[in-house]
């Protein structure tokens, strides 16, 4: 019996799938990649903090494994990287009660359109 897991482990076939299906735009993804994370006005280390922390938000276990991987390698510390763990829970708990505004707006406006009665 195969395992049919949700999130297949990497490996060189599928990578070499992806990139046959698609090779300019592969290549184009890999350049624009390599450019995002080169050191800049930000420094490589603190754009794959960034990383982390947004794969922890997008919820993409790729990312998470593979930026958390590269902040390391970068001379993040395991405190730096919970730290922007961290930063994306609030954000993702910030937006949900940030958009509870939604919500409330749409209760209120029920209630006004509501007819009497």
């Not at 609030?90 to 007819?115: C, Q, S, V, W």
């Amino acid at each position: 019996m195969h395992d049919h897991s949700l999130y297949p482990d990497t490996s060189k076939e599928l990578a070499q799938k992806r990139r046959e299906l698609a090779p300019e735009t592969y290549g184009a993804f890999r350049t624009f990649s390599q450019r995002v994370f080169a050191d800049g006005a930000l420094p490589s280390k603190t754009k794959q903090l960034i990383a982390v922390a947004v794969a922890h938000a997008t919820q993409c276990p790729y990312c998470i494994r593979g930026h958390t991987e590269l902040a390391l390698q970068t001379g993040a510390t395991e405190q730096e990287i919970m730290e922007a763990i961290w930063v994306a829970s609030e954000m993702r708990a910030g937006a949900a009660y940030a958009h509870a505004a939604l919500a409330i707006d749409t209760m209120n406006r029920f209630k006004e359109e509501k007819p009497a009665g």
